[in-house]
């Protein structure tokens, strides 16, 4: 059994920011099924693309300032290479909707920083900068176990990598409540990684 099934958090959260429907019955299911290894193998998460919220950080003062130069060719999004890609999974079996990622996910790494264009091979490499899941974030959970989660949203894609090719997850509202897909990332680690949970809303393969 890997570090990260190891260790199942028990999570009632007690939102802190923004306002959020009751997560536990979600994430005590999503984590019996991780404990059970009741799914099947999707592929790997490589790169993961947020919509706009209002209550994210990046509206605010200063974080906007710091860091329109960089979503404004990168995007609202983090990734993953080939090094650390994290696991992905679909509970109980394909077709459910509900995607997991097993083993938790490891820290997300330093990525080129894409406002530097190299425009010969004798141009200085292109630096290496952090991607700050702080600057995403709308607002963080608190479990009863004291694990505090970044809430990022909404979910709009997910690339993963499948054995021969990429596919591509389309985080959609649920027409029956009107929620949007949310990740839910731990700040801390624990075992050696974080925990990552996918709730609300609609995934569906385009």
Same mark, same amino acid.
């Given at each position: ?13 007690? @939102?802190? /920011? ?21 799914? @099947?193998? @999707? ?10 919220? #209002? ?16 979503? /404004?060719?990168?995007?609202?999004a983090f990734e ?8 992905? *999974? ?13 083993? %938790? ?9 894409? /406002?530097? /264009?190299?425009?010969?091979? *004798? ?21 009863? #176990? ?8 909404? @979910? ?16 959609? *509202?649920?027409?029956f409540n009107g *929620? ?11 075992? %050696? ?10 995934l569906r393969f385009?």
């Open positions: 059994m890997s570090a990260a099934r190891s260790f199942m958090p028990s999570l009632a959260p007690a @939102v802190k /920011r923004p306002r959020t429907a009751n997560l536990a019955p979600i994430l005590q299911e999503q984590m019996k099924a991780i404990r059970d290894r009741t799914y @099947v193998p @999707v592929g790997y998460a490589l790169r993961i693309q947020l919509g706009a919220c #209002d209550d994210s950080a990046y509206f605010q003062d200063p974080v906007n300032a710091q860091i329109a130069p960089l979503t /404004r060719i990168h995007g609202l993953w290479d080939q090094t650390c890609y994290p696991q992905m *999974t679909e509970m109980h079996a394909r077709g459910s909707g509900s995607f997991l990622f097993p083993d %938790g996910v490891k820290a997300l790494p330093k990525i080129t920083d894409p /406002r530097t /264009r190299r425009l010969s091979p *004798t141009d200085p490499v292109a630096p290496k900068i952090p991607q700050n899941l702080d600057y995403y974030a709308s607002g963080r959970i608190i479990g009863r #176990d004291g694990m505090e989660y970044f809430v990022l949203q909404p @979910v709009e894609q997910i690339a993963v990598r499948i054995p021969t090719s990429m596919l591509i997850l389309k985080g959609e *509202t649920n027409p *929620t949007k897909v949310a990740m839910l990332f731990s700040k801390q680690k624990r075992n %050696g990684v974080h925990w990552a949970f996918l709730v609300h809303g609609l385009m």
